[in-house]
């Protein structure tokens, strides 16, 4: 049995912040990232919406966002008595804004209903149709999903005019934290065919337009098909869950601060050939899909073996051609470094919620092999 249900009402396009403008009567307590304050962006945002709101801007958030500040934020949004959120930013601010209403609804009891709208400046994490928030316990070395229903925004507004100031460096990480959502989303064991409907045109987005992007970060129509990509990659897992490449992610980003969307292209090849599992079984549900994947894109797939070697080749020469490192030496991690913390990050990738939908299971042995290739 498959129970499907959307939440978040979509806005998409040109004139998708319009949506603002009919907000009335309410405390509106915004949260984002320093960038968005200082650049101006955010006027984009408060131009929107009417003087008949009080608005408070809580703009303190820094990437993969920290516990304190999760607590600062839900201790301004009781003080302020919000009766809706606004998140405006990467994943980072959106996660953090999911996790400060959730808490502060439960800490401070508050009754009320707080609406939460998603505005995404990057396209990558697809957290404006989650029910994922990501949290780090900086001191721990720890990255925490909070995963629940509870914390799905009512309504996501995708206006790529907002995502034309990421430079190239965030613009690849994040486009291939997109490509890492479809490819988890569409071998995790979760997998229906409504999640690979979403999974499988968001693939096809992010081929057709990551390095447009990537070369011209003014082309505003790819750009609105990144975004489209992203939410839709989202949608997929948050119907399917994500795997194994993202369980490794979560606890290598809490130990080396490497972008998530780079952490996760650093381990997508080896995480293919791992789940596709082709010295055991020529015919794995994995291996037969992903080279589904690859025939999707144009690639040669005439059997699992083929399709598996096009598609982990063109992730390849993609990351390749979006400046993108292949291992975590050419990030700069030295071998003592790395050393010393790849055992506790194996057992850690093994306890991530996101390992738990993996198309294979693996030991600690099979992480550190990744790890290490
Ligand atoms: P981010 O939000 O951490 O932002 C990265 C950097 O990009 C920041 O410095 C930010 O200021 C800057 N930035 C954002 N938008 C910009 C713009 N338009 N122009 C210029 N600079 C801009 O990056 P992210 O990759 O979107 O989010 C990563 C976080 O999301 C991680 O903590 C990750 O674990 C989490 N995540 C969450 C989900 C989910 O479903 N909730 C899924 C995947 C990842």
């Keep these: 049995m498959n129970k499907i249900r959307f939440k978040t009402e979509i806005w998409s396009g040109d004139n998708a912040l319009n949506a603002l403008e009919t907000i009335n009567q309410q405390h509106i307590f915004i949260v984002t990232d320093p960038f968005m304050v200082e650049s101006g962006k955010i006027e984009s945002i408060t131009a929107k919406l009417t003087d008949q709101n009080e608005l408070k801007i809580f703009s303190d958030i820094v990437p993969d966002p920290p516990i304190n500040k999760i607590i600062s934020g839900m201790t301004a949004l009781n003080e302020f008595n919000a009766t809706m959120v606004i998140a405006v930013g990467g994943g980072s601010a959106i996660d953090a804004a999911k996790a400060m209403k959730f808490f502060a609804q439960r800490v401070f009891k ?125 949608m ?45 079984d020529l015919n794995s549900t994995a291996a037969q899909k992903y080279s589904h994947l690859a025939k999707l894109i144009g690639l040669s797939a005439s059997n699992p073996r083929i399709g598996i070697r096009s598609l982990t080749n063109a992730i390849c020469q993609l990351r390749k051609k979006l400046n993108m490192p292949d291992s975590f030496h050419n990030y700069g991690l030295t071998k003592e470094t790395f050393n010393h913390y790849k055992n506790d990050i194996a057992q850690a990738a093994l306890r991530d919620g996101t390992t738990k939908s993996n198309p294979r299971k693996p030991n600690k042995e099979d992480v550190l092999s990744i790890l290490d290739a």
């Design 236 to 280: 997929a897992f948050n119907l399917a869950n994500l795997g194994l490449n993202h369980g490794i992610a979560h606890a290598a980003g809490a130990k080396f601060h490497i972008p998530h969307g780079r952490l996760n292209t650093i381990l997508l090849p080896q995480i293919i050939k791992y789940n596709a599992n082709l010295e055991n």
């Design 110 to 234: 508050k009754q009320e209903t707080i609406t939460f709208i998603a505005v995404p400046t990057t396209s990558g994490t697809g957290s404006e149709v989650t029910n994922f928030s990501v949290l780090t316990d900086a001191e721990a070395g720890v990255k925490y999903p909070l995963v629940t229903d509870d914390i799905l925004p009512q309504v996501a507004l995708l206006d790529a005019n907002l995502v034309k100031t990421a430079p190239q460096n965030i613009t690849a990480d994040t486009g291939m934290d997109v490509l890492t959502h479809c490819l988890e989303a569409y071998v995790s064991i979760n997998a229906t065919d409504f999640s690979d409907s979403f999974a499988e045109k968001a693939f096809q987005l992010v081929f057709e337009n990551i390095e447009k992007v990537s070369r011209n970060g003014d082309d505003l129509s790819a750009r609105q098909k990144m975004h489209h990509a992203s939410c839709l990659a989202g």
